[in-house]
C-alpha cells in the first residue's frame, strides 16, 4: 500500500532544503567558494541541476512543479517584505532616484534583449520567440520568479494557428514557446552568474581603487546608522492566544488571497472588455504580476494597520514583527533561487545555447556600464557602494544586491541598502507598463503581425527615455532644494 497522500511537493522542499544543506557545508569548506561568495541557495540550485534528471538522474525533478514552488515564493517574498512596518522616520531622499534608476534598467535591458532578437529572428533563428529578448530584464533585472513564471505562461499558451517559418512549422495548438519555463530560468540563472563571478571581482577592484585614490570607505567607518536590520527579540512571557509567528503568517495569507480575488475579478472584466486573443495575453500576464499586486496590497495593509495603531485601535509593535517577516522573505528568497536553478534542463539549455551567451553577455556588459554610469552622477560619494548594490539586484535579485553591499557596507551605513528596498518598491508600480510589453510580442507572434515587434522595440525605448527625463528633472529639484 501506498502513501495516503502525495509527497511530490512536500519532498521537493526536502530536497531543496538538503541541497542548501550541503551548499552550506561546501562554501564553508571550500575556500574557492568562499572566496567568491557565491550565494548558499545559487550553489544549492547548481547542485539541484546535476542531481536531477539532466545529468545524475537522482532528484526526479519536475520543472512545471518547480516552477509552481518559484511562482508562489516570489508572491510570498514580495508580500512578507511590504508588511514592514518602517523603521526609518526618513526614508532616504535619494531612494526615488534608486526607483528611477531601477525602471530605466528594466528598459535598457528590454530595448537590448528584444534588439538582439529581432536581429536574431532576421538573420540565424526565424522562428525564434520574439519574448525571448524580453526574458532579459525579466531574468536579470526582476529575477527568478518572473522570468519563469512568464516564460511558463508563454509555455503552456496554445498558438490559435499554425506558423510557418523558414527552419520550421508549429501547428495550431501547440505550444507558443516550448520549453519556456526551463529558458526563463536559464535567463535568471545566468544573471545570478554574472553577479557572482563579475560582482565579486569588481567589488574587490573598487575597493583597491579606493584605497590606491586614498577615499574614504563610508560603509567601513563611522557610527552605525538605524537601518533595516532588527535585532532579535524575545518574545518569551508575552500575553499571546496565538504565536506571533501565527499572526504574520496569517498576515501574508489575508494579502495573498486579496490579491487571488483582485486578479480574479480584473480578469473577468478584461475577458468582457477584450474578447479574444488579446484579452488572453493580457490576463496571463496579469497572473504571472501576483508579486507586484501582492507588494501593492501589502503596503495598503500596512498604512491601514499604522493608522490603527495610531488610533490605539492596535497595539503598537503588537500586530506586526520586522524579525519574523524578515525571515519569511528570507526563507522565500533561498528557496525560490535554489528551485528555479534546479529546474532548469540543460538538453533544453544546449538547444538555446548562443542566443542565450548573446543576449546575456551583451545584457551583463551593458549593465556595468550604465549602472557605472548613472551610481557616479548621482551617488559620487558612496559610488562603490551604490554600484555593487545596484549592479548585483540588476543582475539577480535584491537578496544579491544586498550580498554585494555587504562586502563595503556590512552594517549598512550608507543609504545604499534603504535606496535599493525603497527604489525596488517605486519601481514596482512604475514599472508595470514596461511589463505589459510582452503581451504586444505574443499577439504579434501568434497573429503574424510582425509590426507589433517594432511597436513594442519603439514603446520601450519612448517609455524609457520618459523615465529618464522624469529622472533628470527629479534630480535637479532635488540638488536646487539642497543648496537653497
Known sequence: MGAPFSYDLILDFCYIAVLLLISITIRRYVPFFSKFRIPDAILAGLLGIVAGPSV???????????????????????????????????????????????????????????????????????????????????????????????????????????????????????????????????????????????????????????????????????????????????????????????????????????????????????????????????????????????????????????????????????????YILNHIGGISVDFMIAASIAAIDLRVFADYVVPLLIVTTVGGVATIFYTWFFVSKVWPKTFVEHFLAFFGTQTGTVATGMGLLRGVDPEFRTSAASDLVYGSGIAVILGLPLLFMPAFLTEGYQMQKHNLYWITLAATAGYTLLILLAWFIFFKLSNRKRKT
Not at 499586486?293 to 500586530?319: C, P, Q, R, S, Y
Open 56 to 322: 545524475l538522474k537522482i532528484i526526479p525533478w519536475n520543472t512545471d512543479r518547480l516552477a509552481a514552488i518559484v511562482y508562489h515564493l516570489m508572491a510570498i517574498g514580495f508580500i512578507a517584505l511590504s508588511l514592514k512596518k518602517s523603521e526609518v522616520k526618513d526614508k532616504a531622499k535619494t531612494a526615488f532616484s534608486g526607483g528611477f534608476f531601477t525602471i530605466a534598467s528594466y528598459g535598457i535591458q528590454g530595448f537590448l534583449g528584444l534588439a538582439i532578437t529581432l536581429i536574431l529572428i532576421l538573420t540565424l533563428y526565424p522562428s525564434l520567440f520574439p519574448n525571448f529578448g524580453f526574458l532579459l530584464p525579466l531574468g536579470f533585472a526582476q529575477g527568478p520568479g518572473l522570468a519563469g513564471g512568464m516564460g511558463h505562461t508563454w509555455q503552456t499558451l496554445p498558438l490559435p494557428q499554425t506558423l510557418v517559418f523558414a527552419d520550421k512549422t508549429m501547428p495550431a495548438g501547440s505550444s507558443t514557446f516550448p520549453n519556456g519555463t526551463s529558458i526563463g530560468f536559464s535567463f535568471s540563472t545566468l544573471g545570478f552568474l554574472w553577479a557572482c563571478f563579475v560582482g565579486v571581482p569588481l567589488m574587490n577592484f573598487l575597493m583597491r581603487r579606493r584605497a590606491r585614490r586614498g577615499e574614504p570607505s563610508p560603509g567601513l567607518e563611522g557610527k552605525p546608522a538605524a537601518m533595516l536590520v532588527e535585532k532579535e527579540r524575545d518574545f518569551e512571557g508575552m500575553s499571546r492566544s496565538v504565536d506571533k509567528a501565527s499572526t504574520q503568517i496569517m498576515l501574508v495569507g489575508v494579502v495573498y488571497l486579496g490579491v487571488y480575488f483582485m486578479i480574479l475579478g480584473l480578469t473577468t472584466l478584461l475577458t468582457k472588455a477584450f474578447p479574444g486573443n488579446l484579452a488572453k495575453n493580457l490576463n496571463s500576464l496579469l497572473w504571472v504580476l501576483v508579486f507586484a499586486f501582492g507588494a501593492l496590497v501589502g503596503n495598503l495593509l500596512t498604512k491601514l494597520i499604522d493608522v490603527l495603531e495610531d488610533k490605539g485601535i492596535l497595539l503598537k509593535d503588537k500586530t506586526r514583527s520586522n
